[in-house]
């Protein structure tokens, strides 16, 4: 009789039902994200989203094992999941390099020799510079028809 007094004082609490139905709400979410990604035909992706996928899984399932232990009254800081964590972490910060590596702009070799070509002054320049050079006439002058006069 006195665990059903402790059960309808405990329903009673507003703050423990309403932290129990956001966990009960939080569950279903994970579950519903773990579905959709396992129902993925894996031969189908390209190798970028493979490695998603699967750092996907592997956090969310060590994450999910570490909300467990913790639970369960285990210290995850002194098991395996914490070295096991660490590493899909870092697996994940290469994956985050090497597509950014991927996107990185690439120079031009061809492009940047031609500009560094010109940009240098040689002997050849001195000459060509010492010869006159004939201007053109800037102001042109147009007889009525719109035709250049000359």
């Known amino acids: 009789m006195a665990?059903?007094?402790l059960?309808?004082?405990l329903l009673k609490d507003e703050e423990l039902v309403a932290s129990i139905q956001n966990l009960d709400h939080s569950i279903v979410d994970i579950e519903t994200l773990l579905e959709s990604r396992m129902d993925i035909d894996y031969n189908s992706l390209s190798v970028e989203e493979k490695i998603k996928h699967d750092l996907l899984i592997?956090?969310?399932l060590n994450s999910l094992y570490w909300v467990y232990l913790r639970l369960d009254g285990v210290d995850p800081t002194s098991h395996n999941i914490k070295r096991e964590l660490d590493r899909v972490k870092s697996t994940v910060d290469m994956a985050k390099g090497a597509m950014a590596k991927k996107n990185m702009l690439r120079v031009d070799k061809k492009a940047a020799e031609r500009f560094i070509d010109h940009a240098l002054w040689t002997p050849e320049d001195k000459k060509r510079r010492s010869q006159p050079i004939e201007k053109?006439?800037?102001k042109i002058k147009f007889d009525e028809n719109?035709?250049?006069s000359k």
């Open 136 to 138: 053109p006439n800037k």
């Open 7 to 9: 059960d309808e004082e």
């Open 146 to 148: 719109g035709d250049p």
């Open 58 to 60: 592997a956090f969310a």
């Open 3 to 5: 665990t059903l007094d």
